[in-house]
């Protein structure tokens, strides 16, 4: 369901005689001033795919700011009961959840649903000699500690998961696309994640602004 990040912006396409790429305008008054579309390089292309996205990050980062609190805690949890109902998620056996952070969507009412259900909830810790995330179990009640980046992750004593058990991910998100390409914060930590969750359900969480 949830492709690792990648830009929202899809290249458009049209019928018309010059074809996709190079395109001239109908009007004939145009006469010697049209000139063909090029298509962009791969650099140029990379280049607008990056501010495209920084746009987006930042002004969802300003709306989720501008977002109360309380206002926040009642989107969560009428997320959590929207997903709460999917097939996929009626019997996960091991649930790869997060701490929210920065306004964002609260998965705590969900996971709170799924340990219900039966659910182990494994947690992310950013392991920096890696430079990737690790998973580790996580029970209510257990301590967790603020990493670098002022996030609550397990210590790291806490058991590690095995990859290959997580059925369900549910990734926090800025901003997702109708075909549910992600939007994170960039540092490509999920995008180094999910494809060694080979057995999960990708769930990605983020408010309908």
Do not use: C
Not at 52 to 81: C, H, N, T
Not at 103 to 119: C, F, T
Not at 167 to 181: F, K, Q, S, T, Y
């Amino acid at each position: 369901m949830l492709p690792g990040e990648g830009a929202l912006g899809a290249r458009t396409s049209r019928t018309d005689t010059a074809g996709p790429v190079a395109r001239r305008l109908a009007s004939p008054r145009w006469g010697p001033m049209i000139r063909p579309m090029k298509e962009m390089d791969e650099r140029q292309e990379a280049f607008v795919r990056r501010r495209f996205k920084q746009e987006v990050r930042r002004r969802m980062r300003a709306i989720r700011k501008g977002l109360p609190k309380d206002a926040r805690a009642e989107r969560s949890a009428r997320i959590a009961e929207r997903a709460a109902a999917l097939p996929e998620l009626e019997a996960p056996r091991v649930v790869a959840g997060f701490v929210s952070i920065k306004g964002e969507v609260d998965p705590a009412p969900l996971l709170d649903v799924l340990r219900e259900r039966g659910a182990a909830v494994v947690l992310p810790r950013v392991d920096f000699e890696l430079g990737a995330i690790v998973l580790h179990h996580h029970a209510p009640g257990d301590r967790l500690e603020e990493s670098g980046f002022g996030v609550p992750e397990p210590l790291p004593s806490a058991p590690r998961a095995d990859l290959a058990a997580v059925d369900l991910a549910l990734v926090p998100a800025l901003a997702i696309d109708p075909a549910g390409a992600r939007i994170g914060y960039g540092k490509g930590f999920y995008d180094q994640l999910l494809p060694t969750l080979p057995n999960a359900f990708r769930l990605a969480l983020a408010y309908d602004f």
